[in-house]
């Protein structure tokens, strides 16, 4: 894992316009969840085109570890057999997170209602990161942690079979807890319910229905209510993940801020629950029109067309926040190029992510020449009305691969080099991000 590897750094310079067609890898919490959902139906389902980032195959060793059968047969094609609901078994050693938030919150909602013990570690990020927003339900439920100090990486979990349902009202927008207390619920006695008063992705949801779970939403005044009966049998499946658009991101702004680019980004994930990014960008001017809408793997997916256009400064309505969540770094290159300045708050989740990311990204707009005000939930950019960055110095990506990739993108509108200090946490959730770039900038379809 990148964690362990030496630190890989690359510089990124302005180049010419960006041209052809790229397709982005599957997304990452589709690939995770049908990994999941896939070990936990009786027989055996196939998944094409799932993300072969390191996240993802952390998420493939665990589910191995408790008793699944887990084969690639080919580039993004995997085979797998399920045990069952109920049916995990004892892993033998801990299991290796890496830099996986979503492999650790979910798989800790799997366990807790398995009559199994398991150890959970992971790198220098996620051993940073909050586990007591899983860990506070799902004890409620039954299960039992001991987390080292602030609720964290290392901890040991014990699950409880049958454990206790209950209504769960989301203290914080999180699909990761939501996902975590549903999953619990699903070899639970009875109806476990969540509420969420701000949609999150509902990719759980969809894809649990799809496996024959019994599991309804309904909108209420309080918000969602989603409630799942347990001890369901899930049914095996072939699943399609649609392209990743929180990976499909970067392009959308690369493309949006170096004069002259004209790019296709092939099958990407539109589900409304994702695609804050588009909106926000769209308001500020960028050029990006939609093609072929249709239907993968149950999520509405469609091919953008993106050409490069003057961005102005907008008031990033924090309500679009869960559904751009990850995509607030690459956002903040796109107001640090605007003309004006740029209010993105109410994104307070930034801070408990694979690094502090106002921070970060704050540090990366120090090396671009941007001025920005901090708070503690958002920054204020003052663009650049089009004009390239300064640029010209070194980021540190803190084992993050959305800042290393936002600072690449960065580095293309730059009058000096911006030097990434490590670019291997790419391989997180986007492992031939580079390839697509140099391709880009070729003007080449991806693979021709
Ligand atoms: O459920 C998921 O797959 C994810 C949910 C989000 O995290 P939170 O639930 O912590 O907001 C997001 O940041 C993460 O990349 C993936
Ligand atoms: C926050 C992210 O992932 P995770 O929480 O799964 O580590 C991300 O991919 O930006």
Redesign the pocket.
Known sequence: MHAQTAPRPLAFSAGGPLRGTVTVPGD?SISHRALMFSGLAVGESRIEGLLEGE?VLATAAAMRAMGCDIERTGPGSWRVHGVGVGGLLQPQAALEMG?????TRLLMGLIASHPITAAFTGDASLSKRPMGRVIEPLSRMGADFTASPGGRLPLMERGLCPAVPIEYRLPVASA?VKSAVLLAGLNTPGTTRVIEPVPTRDHSERMLRGFGAALSVEETAEGRVIAITGEAELQPQQIVVPGDP?SAGFWMVAASIVPGSAITIANVCMNPTRTGLITALRMMGADIAEANARTVGGEPVADLVVRHAPLRAIEVPPDLAPSMI?EYPILFVAAAMAQGRTMARGAEELRV??SDRIDAMAAVLDVLGVAYQPFEDGLAIEGRGGDRFAGGGTVTTHLD??IAMSAAIAGLAANAPVTVDDVSPVAT?YPDFLATLDALREGRDEGA
């Open positions: 990452k996240d830099n996986s938030g979503t492999s990761q929180s990850d992510k694979e691969h959305r959730s």
